[in-house]
T-cell receptor
Framework: DTAVSQTPKYLVTQMGNDKSIKCEQN?????MYWYKQDSKKFLKIMFS???????INETVPNRFSPKSPDKAHLNLHINSLELGDSAVYFC????????????FGNGTRLTVT | DAKTTQPPSMDCAEGRAANLPCNHS???????VYWYRQIHSQGPQYIIH???NNETNEMASLIITEDRKSSTLILPHATLRDTAVYYC????????????????FGKGTLLTVNP
């Protein structure tokens, strides 16, 4: 009964490839997010969707494209992977109300070789 | 959102209270104080939040000073499983537009609970 689940947990791929990370939440939340945690452990927001509509896009390269087929899913597609894309990517969800806590998945560790 | 300052690391003995400080001297009247933690290799976990009154839940207590320029997260009986990076974040509340949805993490405090 995992609240926010991401797949895969680990992803190793070569430069130039295209890959996707999937995220699903069963909490009934309206808002979903993608965060990136780099090697220095800084957590930075990338995207946020509210009811399938993009509301935050934090100067992320166009190679990254989120897709939300429904409000329970927010997938992250990455084209032409680069070495610098290596990081842990976290999906999260929350209610629309501003004070509501974020619920995070356990992350996807992406390694680009 | 206002910035926060936290010590980079702290130690605590198992079974004792862990008191984690956070300074947020530029906090605005409509900003809440949130605490999250991240245990190694896991996603961040929400702990508690408050506006100006002290708050308590099953995980921790949050003490906010009267001027709201600082706060303390208290884990009353720390266990080894509480070893984690603790993040103090200030964030606007409801009805504040699109940026309302953004939670900005700083460097946090690495709390190490020792046996």
């Amino acid at each position: 009964d995992t609240a926010v689940s991401q797949t895969p947990k680990y992803l190793v791929t070569q430069m130039g490839n295209d890959k996707s990370i999937k995220c699903e939440q069963n909490l009934g939340h309206d808002t979903m997010y993608w965060y990136k945690q780099d090697s220095k452990k800084f957590l930075k927001i990338m995207f946020s969707y509210n009811n399938k509509e993009l509301i935050i896009n934090e100067t992320v390269p166009n190679r990254f494209s989120p897709k939300s087929p429904d409000k329970a899913h927010l997938n992250l597609h990455i084209n032409s992977l680069e070495l610098g894309d290596s990081a842990v990517y976290f999906c999260a969800s929350s209610q629309v109300a501003g004070r509501s806590p974020l619920h995070f998945g356990n992350g996807t560790r992406l390694t680009v070789t | 959102d206002a910035k926060t300052t936290q010590p980079p690391s702290m130690d605590c003995a198992e079974g004792r209270a862990a008191n984690l400080p956070c300074n947020h001297s530029t906090i605005s009247g409509n900003e809440y104080v949130y605490w999250y933690r991240q245990i190694h290799s896991q996603g961040p976990q929400y702990i508690i939040h408050g506006l100006k009154n002290n708050e308590t839940n099953e995980m921790a207590s949050l003490i906010i000073t009267e001027d709201r320029k600082s706060s303390t997260l208290i884990l009353p009986h720390a266990t080894l499983r509480d070893t984690a990076v603790y993040y103090c974040i200030v964030r606007v509340g409801e009805n504040s537009g699109g940026s309302n949805y953004k939670l900005t993490f700083g460097k946090g405090t690495l709390l190490t609970v020792n046996p």
